[in-house]
């Protein structure tokens, strides 16, 4: 079991910056793949970015690249999100997951098996 507790969101204005944070327990951490997905209210959940247990593997939606970076730092057991030139679009419910596979990342809900609770970040016009 892997635990994750997503924190750092919060109210923006429109062109601004926000990081966020998400702290694993329980398993290793450097074993697991990590993802980003964001909810907007009424739509679906959909894939943000993901960085490999390594750390030299990452993909991003394209919408968010160019302003949104995902770091991990192992020995401190957290992943990031360092996000730039928020849109108010873009305000949603963000959740970090967590998945074993081996180096690999992954862009569907579907393959992760952990998730946080999530953290909203709202981006005022």
């Known amino acids: 079991q892997v635990q994750l507790v997503e924190s750092g969101g919060g109210l923006v204005q429109a062109g601004g910056s926000l990081r966020l944070s998400c702290a694993a327990s329980?398993?290793?951490?450097?074993?697991?793949?990590m993802g980003w997905f964001r909810q907007a209210p009424g739509k679906e959940r959909d894939f943000v970015t993901t960085?490999?247990?390594?750390?030299?593997?990452?993909y991003y939606a394209d919408s968010v690249k160019g302003r949104f970076t995902i770091s991990r730092d192992n020995a401190k057991n957290t992943v990031y999100l360092q996000m730039n030139k928020l849109k108010p679009e873009e305000t949603a419910v963000y959740y970090c997951?967590?998945?074993?596979?081996?180096?690999?990342?992954?862009?569907?809900?579907?393959?992760?098996?952990?998730w946080g609770q999530g953290t909203q970040v709202t981006v005022s016009s």
């Open positions: 997951a967590a998945q074993y596979m081996l180096g690999r990342v992954g862009v569907r809900e579907s393959e992760y098996a952990y």
């Open positions: 329980g398993r290793t951490f450097s074993d697991y793949t």
């Open positions: 960085i490999s247990w390594r750390g030299n593997n990452i």
